[in-house]
């Protein structure tokens, strides 16, 4: 299930510069108004399956027009649209719905910018239908990667769209198999999916002279910042209709519950 939810700025026109990790926290103090037991569970443990954690939820914050200055992001209004997302309805979306709604307000600070946030409305989006065909759109970018050592001496490797498209679609496939057994309790034996970029979109950025990927980083306090590549390329998905919602109602790709890999078909 999909919400999206109106928030007012009530201070500074102005967010953190790397809000990702202090939103996500938000997200979890909303979810102890509901129950602190499951937001403890989903920020401590998570899911576990194959030797990963999952926390099966999502976000993306949609400010409209932007700025950045003085290493922090000034908006054009105090109005402010969330994207969250989860299949764990009973869990997630409950006890986040019963937070938005004895809290009203989100709190997003690091060691120089603290912005409020009012909750003005919490709103369900009608879930697509899917087919064995779907275009999609990044509305957060989108994060996947390998086990590989790097230049720099590092073993995780951060794809791009230009990598190996068999070994993106092999690590991005299982990524989704793993929430659907997780969702499901239930081995997955179904045909699989296939994932292609859109190659329009490519040729388009490209000759704008735009990027593709964008570096973003996640900083938590007392602890160096950790910097994550994401893909910003539109894609089209070929293949089981039951993986495209698992990856629509979980989020795309790893690190979801950083507010990354949220979609909208297209």
């Known amino acids: 299930m999909r919400l999206l939810l109106t928030l007012e700025l009530t201070g ?6 790397n809000y990702n990790y202090p939103l996500s926290s938000a997200i979890y103090k909303l979810l102890k108004f509901g129950s602190p037991e499951f937001a403890d569970f989903l920020h401590n443990t998570g899911y576990k399956l194959n030797g990963k954690r999952y926390k099966l939820f999502s976000f993306a914050l949609k400010p409209g027009e932007i700025k950045f200055g003085n290493n922090c992001i000034n908006l054009s209004s105090r109005i402010i649209k969330l994207y969250v997302t989860s299949p764990l309805v009973d869990n997630f979306i409950h006890n986040f719905v019963i937070g938005s709604f004895n809290n009203r307000i989100i709190q997003i600070s690091d060691s120089s910018v603290k912005s409020s946030l009012l909750i003005k409305q919490v709103e369900t989006i009608s879930e697509p239908v899917f087919t064995n065909k779907a275009s999609f ?12 050592k790097n230049e720099n001496g590092s073993f995780q490797y951060y794809f791009r769209y230009s990598d190996d498209i068999k070994e993106i679609n092999r690590v991005f496939t299982q990524n989704l198999k793993n929430k659907y057994e997780l969702i499901y309790s239930n081995v997955y ?10 190659k329009k979109y490519i040729a388009k950025k490209k000759a704008e002279n735009k990027r593709l990927t964008k570096k973003i980083s996640v900083v938590k306090k007392g602890e160096l910042p950790v910097e994550i590549i994401g893909i910003e390329v539109p894609f089209i ?3 089981d209709a039951d993986l495209m919602k698992v990856g629509y109602e979980c989020g795309f ?4 519950s950083m507010g990354f890999g949220l979609t909208v078909v297209s």
């Open 12 to 17: 500074l026109q102005r967010l953190p510069l």
């Open 137 to 148: 759109r990044l509305v957060s970018p989108m994060v996947l990667s390998t086990i590989r």
């Open 189 to 198: 034996n179904g045909p699989g999916i296939e994932l292609n970029w859109d």
């Open 237 to 239: 998905l070929t293949g």
């Open 253 to 256: 790709g790893e690190k979801n």
